[in-house]
């Protein structure tokens, strides 16, 4: 609950100051933007370790071996900075890049997730 309050004093006080800073100087928005968002992806990162509690849990309680894991996380990572970055460009009225970086990000998921799809589907061949 601490990380969020932090997290949301750190977003009120960024808007405040690009709203602030759009009229004068419009070049150091994007700038401020991206700073206060390394802020509190800083802040937050220690929540990000209980993922990898999960990861170790489901590969040694369960027997799932970690290269079935190891892609999810890889994934679950592509989403967080695909999601920030198009933010970002969208923030600064880039919707193109922002579609461009989403459909870059998709590409990559799919890449880390097509090994996990192919043993699925050798697993599904072995048992017709």
């Not at 999960?54 to 309680?61: A, E, F, N, P, T």
């Not at 079935?68 to 933010?87: F, G, N, R, W």
């Not at 600064?92 to 989403?102: L, P």
Request: glycine fraction near 8%; charge should be neutral; proline fraction near 2%.
């Amino acid at each position: 609950m601490e990380v969020l309050l932090r997290a949301a004093g750190t977003a009120l006080c960024a808007c405040f100051a690009v709203l602030l800073l759009r009229r004068s100087v419009p070049e150091l928005t994007l700038g401020l933007s991206a700073a206060a968002v390394a802020i509190i992806l800083i802040a937050s990162a220690g929540l990000l370790s209980g993922f990898k509690d999960l990861s170790d849990i489901v590969s040694g309680r369960y027997g799932v071996e970690t290269a079935y894991v190891l892609p999810l996380m890889k994934c679950l990572a592509i989403a967080l900075i695909t999601k920030l970055s198009a933010e970002l460009c969208r923030d600064s009225a880039q919707n193109a890049v922002a579609s461009a970086v989403e459909l870059t990000g998709t590409a990559c998921a799919l890449g880390v997730v097509l090994p996990l799809i192919f043993a699925v589907l050798d697993t599904i061949g072995g048992l017709l």
